[in-house]
């Protein structure tokens, strides 16, 4: 379906949010949860699967009462001078976090592939792709991802599937249910934090063709996404223990490497999934990065949004740059997701409100 | 016209500039390591270590793979050096060397007597730390120095590092007397149990190599050792068994004069955990098929009756076990059957009230055994 109106479908929206929800948390979603829940690994991310769906549910329904305005109009119409002030805080946040996935998808590339390169040109020349793709408009960023989608998804599910197959124990999950309640908040917002991405959704309802249908493509899109985290979390702990998962820094990385029995087929398919990587990086990178210039673009009301995607950039290195090592940008993350589940459950509920208010009390 | 020009010579300019050759790596400039030994050094120096690398005379190999005219000399070349960590010592051996080190093919580990038993957590650390090393290489003990086991010069493969991973490939499938344990999985053993495990043990000896048994270690340091059959009596017991589909003999004194020789296969085991006054209680049910490679007995029977071979053989496997069990509840004191971890899983509750004390409390736990293996078949021969 080739549309020159620049607005995506349906199957386009669902496919866009898959891709970039499929990004660089995927290789250390496991040693998180091993960490903060233990053998109930595996139910954190159900619970977190259903939590961001609810997330979802509340994002999107926000946006389809405004299905022509985006996040930064309808903010400033419901909620005034407080609107601004969200606008700013959410175009912050998605700068920040575009910064974070590339520094970590670039500490992957140099830890296992380019050893010697700069990670200042892994992530330049990361940055500079998602400009190339991003100045374009939405329409090629979702066909995009519904070419490079299948080409990401079949090897990860398939080389998992061999490694469970061939060396997993499932007896690594015993004992079940044995969390305080502590653990499972803890447990529970790791995995949220790895959702985070569907926020993009606050701008780009007004993009699809049918705004309508969003909170239908957001479930589809969470469902997928909640079954291949699972997927990947299950395998690598049911080979590597709970114990030995914790200390990995990229346990989804590393269990392809000892993994022997499946090995004697197809030796060394780490290459395969790192390949797989600067995939499952780029589609993550191109929508947040054209989610913040077309958020940008529309709270200067300017026609265009091509222009702000370059000055963005610098920007978005720096922030990858700041933080000193690996362990300290997943620090960073975590307080920056703090600012994402805000955007998430509080800031929509504020505006439905206000919105309710508006309409029914002093409309009469 | 003007800007496909433009298109074209920028096109052709960066194929020629960017083709990211600019660190590129000859293959012969690289020389693949394919084993190393770690040796303590004696008395006196006992902080250093030795590093034996072995690298293969890829024109060596090809003479010896090849056939026909006299043996060349060996087809691989020792690197030796000492220093104090492993990674360290290794970076020294460069100082002698034209070549780029490469270890991403090296498959096997040897770890000497005297160095392991100061302590297996240095020498570890620099192969789950570093993606070089590949985690699936075997991890081998050995009864005395390491690199007498890299300098052999063995008859059947060329290189040694084929020689000995090819015997634990066959052992630990047919015969059952190894433990075929990577060093990934060793490191994640020592991790889960804070440093108990067992490790395959190798024996060198001028021409051949015997990888059978297993060394003990607990506490991060080797303890001692346990014989090929003590080894297959703890395996019996591992999880390991359910997966693959081992194969091994064992000989039996029948009621009648001689031996009877049964292949086991498909063996399975189920352990469960009660608690009976504070202590832990393990019930092992063991379940497998038999059947019969060789008789001594003379007497030819038409009818043979398979079942009377069922008891005498359920005794041996017992008592294989509880003398595996003797040895490492009484004379090592170290849980390597996982049991511990069994608790950890199925005993959550009263795990949490013994975990510290576990150590004291392994060498008195009671274990039943109950052994039901069925013969099937009788070879082509009644």
Known sequence: ?364 | MKGKVFILTVLIGASIFFHGCWNMMDLEKKTFIMMMGIDALPEGQQDKIKVTLTMPVPRQLAGAEGGGGPRPETPQQILQSTGNTVYGTIRQITNRLSRQLYFEHMTAIVIGEEAAKGGLDRFLDVFQRNKDFLRMAKLYICEGKAEDVLKMETEMEPLVVTYINQIVHFNSSRSLRAINYSIGKVITELHETNGNSLVMRIRPEKKEAVVAGSAVIKNWKLVGWLSDRETRGILWMLKEINRISVETSIELQTPQKGLVVLDLVNFTNKTKAKIQDGMPVFYINMRGEARIVEKEERIIKKEENLERYEKPIEQAITKEINNALQKVQDEYRVDVVNFGEHLRKYRPDYWETVKEKWDLMFPHVKVVLNVDVKIRRQGIFK
């Open chain 1, 1 to 364: 379906m080739l549309t020159k109106n620049d607005k995506i479908t349906t199957p386009q929206t669902i496919v866009l949010i898959i891709t970039t929800l499929i990004g660089v948390w995927i290789t250390t979603l496991p040693a998180t949860l091993a960490e903060k829940s233990g053998p109930d690994s595996w139910l954190m991310v159900i619970i977190g699967g259903v939590i961001s769906v609810l997330g979802a549910a509340i994002v999107t329904s926000t946006g389809r009462q405004f299905p022509e305005k985006t996040f930064i109009e309808y903010s400033v119409e419901t909620l005034g001078v407080f609107g601004h002030l969200f606008n700013l805080g959410l175009i912050i946040y998605l700068v920040i976090l575009t910064g974070m996935v590339v520094r970590i998808f670039g500490e992957v590339i140099k830890v296992f592939l380019l050893d010697r390169t700069p990670i200042e040109v892994i992530i330049l020349t990361m940055l500079a792709l998602c400009v190339y793709l991003t100045r374009h408009g939405i329409e090629p960023i979702a066909r995009t991802a519904e070419v490079l989608l299948p080409i990401l998804m079949l090897p990860v599910i398939i080389i998992y599937l061999m490694i469970i197959l061939f060396n997993g124990d499932l007896s690594n999950f015993m004992p079940f249910l044995r969390l305080d309640f502590k653990e499972i908040i803890a447990g529970t917002k790791a995995t949220v934090v790895s959702f985070l991405g569907f926020e993009v959704l606050l701008l780009f309802i007004p993009l699809m063709q049918n705004p309508h249908q969003s909170t239908y493509s957001s479930f589809v899109a969470i469902l997928m996404v909640s079954i291949l985290y699972l997927f990947v979390v299950v395998t690598v702990i049911a080979v590597l223990g709970i114990v030995e998962t914790s200390l990995l820094i990229w346990p989804g990385i590393s269990v392809l490497r000892m993994t022997e029995t499946a090995g004697t087929v197809f030796p060394r398919m780490d290459v395969v999934i790192l390949s797989l990587w600067s995939i499952a990086g780029f589609t993550t990178i191109s929508p947040m990065l054209f989610a913040s210039a077309f958020g940008i673009s529309r709270i200067l009301k300017a026609r265009e949004f091509k222009s702000f995607i370059v000055p963005l950039v610098p920007v978005a290195y720096m922030i990858a740059m700041f933080p000193k090592d690996v362990l300290e940008a997943r620090k960073a993350v975590e307080a920056v997701s703090n600012m994402g589940l805000f955007y998430i459950f509080v800031v929509p509920l504020l505006i439905l409100t206000a919105h309710w208010i508006r309409r029914r009390v002093l409309n009469r």
